[in-house]
C-alpha cells in the first residue's frame, strides 16, 4: 500500500482521468482527476500520511467536487426545458371530430377521425351517424367518448 502514498502516483491517476475524460465525456473522471491533483497535493505535503486517510479524502473530494459542479452547471448552465402537458386527456377535451362510423344507439361503439387516424367512440347513448360531427368528452382506456354537435 506504499503506492497510494506517493506524489507521484497521485499525479499520474490525475493525468490518466482527466486524459480519459475526452474518450469518455461526463465530468465525472474530470472530477476524479481534480481529486486525485488535490490528494496528491495532502501526500506531498505529508498531510495524508496513511492508505487509509489518502483514499478516505480521495473519496471525499470526488464527492464534494461531484456535487459543487452538479450544482453549477444546473443552476448556471442549464439547456432549456419545457415539460409539456403530460395528461393528452385535458388537451383533447372539446375538440371537435369527424364521426366515420355510426355510433350508438345505446352502448354500441362507432370510430371518430382524429390526430390524423381513427379511433373507437362511445356516444353518450344518442345516435350519432356517419358523417356528422362530435365534441370529445373524455377518453377511456383506448376509446373517446362523444357527444354530436347539433347545429
Known sequence: MDILLQFETWVILAVVFSLAEIFVPGGILLNLGISSLLVAVGVH?????TWVLTLTAWFI????????????TDKYLAGDHVVENSHEEIDVYGKEVNV??????GNTPGRISFQGTTWKALGDGSLIQAGKKA?????ENISYIVEPIEK
Do not use: N, T
Open 45 to 49: 505535503q505529508e498531510v495524508l500520511d
Open 61 to 72: 473530494s470526488s464527492s464534494i467536487l461531484f456535487f459543487l459542479i452538479y450544482y453549477f
Open 100 to 105: 366515420v362510423e355510426q355510433i350508438g344507439p
Open 135 to 139: 365534441s370529445i368528452i373524455c377518453k
